[in-house]
C-alpha cells in the first residue's frame, strides 16, 4: 500500500512548481489531470500531448515521482455527442502516450444523464443507461489493448454505473486484461445507505480484490440531510477498518487523498502513514 494525492489538490502550476509541492508535502505518489495541474509559463492549461507528456514524464523521474493514474475523466451519456467523441479521443490520447509519463492506469468515472453537473438523473440507473455507456467502454477497451495501457473505472451512486454489483457486471463484461477499478467508498454512498458504508466497502474489496489499483480517500460528516467532505479523522469513516481491509484484499494498491483540502493535508496524511505504518 502506498500514499498519493491527486496533484491540483496540492496545487496548480509549472512543472517545476508542483514538483516543489510534492515535495514539500512529501508525496512520491500521484493522481494527475493536467489540464487541472499542470500549466505553462504564461499560465495556461499545459495541453497534453506527445511533446508534454515526455517533458513531464523526464521530470516526475528524475524527481522520484510515480503518477499512480491519469485522469482523464469524461461523460460517455452527455447530451452532447460531439463533446463525447472529443473526450473520448483525449482519453485515447492518454492511452497512447501513457507510457512516456511511466503511467500504467488512466481513470475515469462513468458519467450522468445531467451532463456537466454529474449528479443524479432518473435515467441513470436505467438498462438504456448502461448500455450507452457501456459501448464507450468497449471502444477503450479496445484502444487500451491497442496501447497496452490500461483503464480504471471508477462507480458512483449518482452516475451510471452507480453499485458494486452493477461494476461487476461491467468488468465481467469487458472481460479485459487492461481494465480495473478505482474505489471511492464516498462516491458509493447516498442518505440512505451511508450507514452501511463498512458493509459495501467491504463487497467492493471482496468483489474486485487485485482488481483495484486506487483507492480515494474521503471522510465526511452529515448535516442537513447531505453527505458533507471533510479531513480525513474529522468526520465518521473508521480508517483503521479501511486500511486494514485494503491490506487484506488489495495490498498493492496507492490510497490516493481526493478533494482533501490544503489545510487538512497535513493532518490526514499523518492519519494514514500511521496507519500504513501498521499495517504495511
Not at 35 to 44: R, S, V
Not at 156 to 179: F, P, T
Request: hydrophobic residues 35%; glycine residues 6%.
Amino acid at each position: 500500500m502506498k500514499l498519493g494525492v491527486r496533484l491540483h489538490d496540492l496545487e496548480s502550476g509549472t512543472i517545476d512548481q508542483v514538483i516543489d509541492k510534492c515535495h514539500q508535502y512529501g508525496f512520491t505518489n500521484v493522481q494527475l489531470v493536467f489540464k487541472k495541474a499542470l500549466k505553462d509559463e504564461n499560465g495556461n492549461p499545459l495541453l497534453f500531448n506527445e511533446k508534454t507528456a515526455l517533458e513531464v514524464g523526464k521530470k516526475f523521474k528524475e524527481n522520484n515521482i510515480n503518477i499512480s493514474m491519469l485522469g482523464a475523466y469524461f461523460n460517455p451519456v452527455h447530451s452532447n455527442k460531439i463533446l463525447v467523441e472529443n473526450n473520448f479521443n483525449y482519453f485515447v490520447e492518454h492511452l497512447k502516450f501513457a507510457h512516456l509519463l511511466n503511467a500504467k492506469y488512466v481513470g475515469t468515472e462513468t458519467g450522468s444523464y445531467n451532463d456537466d453537473k454529474w449528479t443524479y438523473h432518473e435515467k441513470n440507473q436505467t438498462e438504456e443507461g448502461y448500455l450507452d455507456t457501456m459501448k464507450i467502454f468497449h471502444r477503450l477497451k479496445e484502444k487500451a489493448e491497442l496501447y497496452n495501457t490500461n483503464i480504471l473505472i471508477e462507480p458512483a451512486y449518482g452516475h451510471v454505473i452507480y453499485s458494486v454489483e452493477q461494476l461487476k457486471r461491467a468488468i465481467d463484461e469487458l472481460n479485459s486484461n487492461n481494465v480495473f477499478v478505482t474505489i471511492d467508498i464516498f462516491n458509493l454512498l447516498y442518505i440512505n445507505n451511508y450507514q452501511n458504508y463498512k458493509e459495501i466497502f467491504v463487497k467492493a474489496c471482496q468483489t474486485f480484490k487485485d482488481k483495484i489499483k486506487i483507492f480515494h480517500l474521503k471522510d465526511f460528516y452529515v448535516e442537513d440531510n447531505k453527505l458533507v467532505q471533510t479531513g480525513l479523522g474529522k468526520g465518521i469513516i473508521d480508517f483503521d477498518f479501511i486500511v486494514q481491509n485494503i491490506k487484506k484484499y488489495a495490498p498493492e494498491s496507492t490510497l490516493v487523498f481526493e478533494g482533501v483540502k490544503p489545510i487538512d493535508i497535513v493532518d490526514s496524511a499523518c492519519l494514514i502513514n500511521g496507519l500504513l505504518n501498521k499495517y504495511n
